[in-house]
């Protein structure tokens, strides 16, 4: 944000093609974090299932959802697997 703020304070606005190079810039590094964080995730859900004994992802089921928290299973309507 603090970025988006500077350029827009330093930054010529008669040259359109200052403005674009550095906001170029700025999204390409979070388009690359934003792809870092979906590999992550993906990465840590695959490790999920192999350790809820599936092969893949797309054999999650129902069965394998469950809530510690009461409200959230009856909100939801998911299995409680806490006690009381």
């Not at 350029?7 to 093609?17: E, Q």
């Not at 469950?66 to 009856?74: C, F, G, L, Q």
């Amino acid at each position: 944000m603090y970025i988006v703020a500077a350029l827009y304070h330093f930054t010529r606005f008669d040259d359109p093609a200052a403005l674009r190079a550095p906001l170029r810039a700025v999204c390409e590094a979070g388009a690359e974090r934003l792809a870092r964080f979906f590999g992550a995730s993906v990465e840590l859900m695959q490790v999920l299932a192999r350790a809820c004994g599936h092969d893949s992802l797309s054999e999650f089921g129902e069965d394998d959802l469950t809530s510690w928290k009461k409200e959230m299973a009856e909100l939801s309507g998911v299995r409680f697997a806490g006690v009381g």
